[in-house]
């Protein structure tokens, strides 16, 4: 009962804002698919067809509802090699590889490495996207007449005023609706959708990729597939992280890590290259009401059918029109508490953040900036963590006391070692030490191993040794790698409280 409720909800709780939002993002997705077939080197159907099949097919295998999934230009500069040297058959078929490779990580569950990415890194990404959002609106804003400069301010003016009068209908629509009758009407000298690229004509239809199927083909893909893979789910996941907390709900991320591979698969087999969540065409979505899986699907349908029925209207769409969208998509895509927040977060979240914006600004490749912010995240985490640990000895009688505070592990060894010393160096040594370890914990072979070295030591100094308060884990840890002879040292676990 509980499965067809959310499968009601998901596709008819939502219809007249998810049908609306799908045609504004349909229309939005002309002109960015183009410009990433271009990036890539292929046809602008290749772009165009792929963002059809890959946003019908994820409204159905998907795990965020509401996310739009299309051709991006993340997944498009890693093919531009592969299709410069060997076309775009190869490209479909490394697109099948790709697809295929997304459903093995569904089932080993890589979904659950996003656990491992910051919200620093997050915000920073969001940032990054936001700024490359409106970089790429700059070459329509260049060169051009103040009748383009008119237009895009009257198309922000619509956006965010109409909905100070009505919700009834998203305002990116109306702008861009208004913008395109009044360009025709005008004969506005301004470029259109059509400047961009040749639209298709004709609908999608199924192919087998020729190449030949033997294991060259195979080693040509491969890398091609991995990386395309892998940036693909990256973006995917940190997207569907994004509309959730826009939506305050939540999804399902292995299914949506299938569900992508899934559609790029079947885009592959109707002449499309790989693609994969985007964050600017989601936020479109969300903004213009868009919440449930119909709104994916109708986008795609929409694109189908303007392509299909409408190319020449759709082709005199003004591209002022979606230069305002696109920047309304920027302004409402980037952080902008994170400003402020550079002076009230810690230092170390500051730094990851602005690293992670910097290395996708700079690169124009978000993988390689989420892992320099995971990177740094882990390095700053390790370092708070090593700087928490600590060591006080206390005399009395013939015994000195060692008790240790905190985590010991890779990063923290140095330090233990260091807190012992020599023993036998100190002006008041004592001839039995007890290391109580009862408030830390040993976490890898590293912590054990230099137990191992202080004890070692410290019995060839003629002291007795002994080890108390291990709690289970670290026990465990113990008696499974320690190489120190136990005969000479009491391991003790620490009493229950």
């Not at 099949?53 to 795990?63: C, D, L, P, R």
């Not at 890194?121 to 804003?141: D, E, R």
């Not at 040594?429 to 830390?440: G, K, L, T």
């Amino acid at each position: 009962m509980a499965a067809t409720s959310s499968f009601k909800d998901d596709w008819f709780g939502n219809i007249r804002k998810d049908v609306l939002a799908g045609i504004v993002v349909a229309l939005a997705l002309i002109p960015e698919a183009i410009g990433f077939s271009i990036i890539a080197g292929v046809d602008p159907r290749v772009g165009l067809y792929a963002s059809i099949a890959i946003a019908m097919v994820i409204s159905f295998t998907g795990g965020r509802p509401g996310m739009i999934s299309a051709a991006t230009a993340a997944v498009a500069v890693v093919v531009i090699p592969l299709v410069q040297e060997y076309g775009v058959e190869y490209l479909f078929a490394a697109t099948i590889l790709m697809g295929i490779f997304q459903g093995i990580a569904a089932i080993l569950r890589l979904d659950l490495l996003m656990q491992f990415v910051s919200r620093s890194v997050i915000t920073g990404f969001v940032n990054a996207l936001a700024i490359l959002i409106f970089m790429a609106q700059v070459p329509q804003l260049v060169g051009v007449g103040w009748q383009t400069y008119a237009m895009v301010a009257a198309g922000l003016a619509m956006i965010y005023l109409i909905p100070r009068v009505t919700t009834a209908v998203p305002s990116p629509l109306v702008a861009i609706i208004v913008l395109t009758v009044l360009s025709i009407w005008l004969d506005a000298p301004v470029n259109t959708v059509s400047d961009m690229g040749e639209l298709p004509e004709g609908l999608p239809y199924f192919i087998v990729p020729d190449v030949p199927l033997t294991l060259e083909t195979l080693q040509i893909i491969l890398p091609y597939s991995l990386t395309m893979a892998a940036v693909g789910l990256l973006e995917s996941l940190l997207t569907a992280q994004i509309v959730d907390d826009m939506t305050h709900t939540g999804s399902n991320k292995q299914r949506e890590s299938a569900g992508q591979g899934v559609a790029n698969v079947v885009a592959a087999f109707f002449g499309g290259m790989g693609g994969c969540a985007m964050i600017g065409q989601s936020v479109i979505n969300v903004t213009s009401g868009g919440r449930g899986r119909l709104s994916s699907f109708i986008a795609g349908l929409s694109l189908l059918i303007l392509l299909a029925v409408l190319g020449p209207i759709v082709g005199q769409v003004p591209m002022p029109a979606l230069v305002a969208v696109m920047i309304m998509v920027s302004i409402g895509t980037f952080s902008w508490n994170s400003i402020p927040n550079l002076t009230r977060h810690p230092w170390q979240s500051s730094v990851v953040m602005l690293a992670t914006v910097i290395m996708v600004v700079w690169t124009h490749n978000l993988a390689l900036g989420v892992l320099v912010g995971v990177l740094l995240s882990g390095i700053f985490f390790t370092g708070k963590v090593r700087s928490m640990f600590g060591v006080v000895r206390t005399r009395e009688a013939d015994t000195a006391t060692y008790v240790v505070t905190g985590q010991i592990f890779f990063a923290s060894v140095d330090r233990f070692s260091e807190s012992f010393g020599r023993e036998s160096a100190r002006p008041d040594p004592a001839d039995h030490v007890i290391i109580d370890v009862s408030r830390a914990h040993f976490w890898d072979i590293s912590g054990v191993d230099v137990l191992d070295k202080v004890v070692e030591r410290m019995r060839r100094n003629g002291r007795s040794v002994q080890v108390v308060g291990l709690n289970e884990a670290s026990a465990d840890l113990v008696d499974r790698f320690a190489m120190t002879d136990k005969t000479g040292v009491e391991i003790g676990l620490a009493p229950h409280p």
